[in-house]
């Protein structure tokens, strides 16, 4: 009975694998060349787009590109190649690239406009990263705040102010406004507008004011210095000067130019009114 079981056990077994060894190579047969043809695919499709990303890793370094930036493109690039290999594979086992590419769509529809204030900060991250309207320690004026650079991320600048507060600034602010770079040339004009009283010799002030701006060490422009009466004003006339000094001695040369230009204003008698009213009382 023992040995009866056993034999009927035997022959079942025998024949599910046969049964699987023939689905197995009926398999092969049918669909074989699709696997090896996808195998094959996603291989070399793989070792192009790391191919892919290096090429472009390589390019990005050796351009004026941050670096905070060269790591976020590269992958950005590499991981959309391996999405394109992906649907190849897919397609090439009789999956229906149609539908696929639709719901693979759909799906960054969703997700783009689900982060579309994000997506547009990341855009303007990588614009300030690769066109460089300003860098790490400049000091700008844009979207509304000034300060100095202190870092540049994909999402955000930071901005260090003269008051030592640190602003978190959104990169599409950054972008969508006028943006004043103080530190991209390596001059910078201090303008001084100095009013003087209506009873001064003119000629006298304008000399004594070019005297003492163009003795001073900070000034570049000693030789060209524009210095000339500007406006009649209310209470004094107006004279304006515009110094080029370094950039990295723009406040200091500022604060100097203008201790010395009242000194000597003073030492001149030169009067600097301020504004006032004249009542004249009728009899």
Known sequence: MEGQIVKQVGEQTADWTVQVWDRLVDFALTKGPELLAACLIAAIGYMICRWIRRVIFNVLTQSSVESSAVTFITEIAYFFCLTVVAVMVLGTLGFSTTSLSAALGGIGLGIGLALKDKISNVASGIYILIFCPFRVGDYIDAGGYSGTVANIRIMYTELQTTGNQMIIVPNLNMTSS??????????????????????????????????????????????????????????????????EVARSDYFTAMNALYITVKEALDGAGIDIPFPQVVVHQGK
């Open 178 to 243: 006028i943006i004043t770079n103080y530190s991209y040339l390596d001059t910078r004009n201090v303008e001084m507008n100095i009013g003087v009283g209506y009873d001064t010799d003119l000629p006298s002030c304008l000399d004594l004011l070019r005297k003492v701006v163009t003795e001073s060490p900070y000034v570049k422009n000693k030789e060209t210095l524009p210095i000339y009466v500007k406006a009649l004003a209310d209470s004094s006339i107006t004279i304006y000067i515009r110094a």
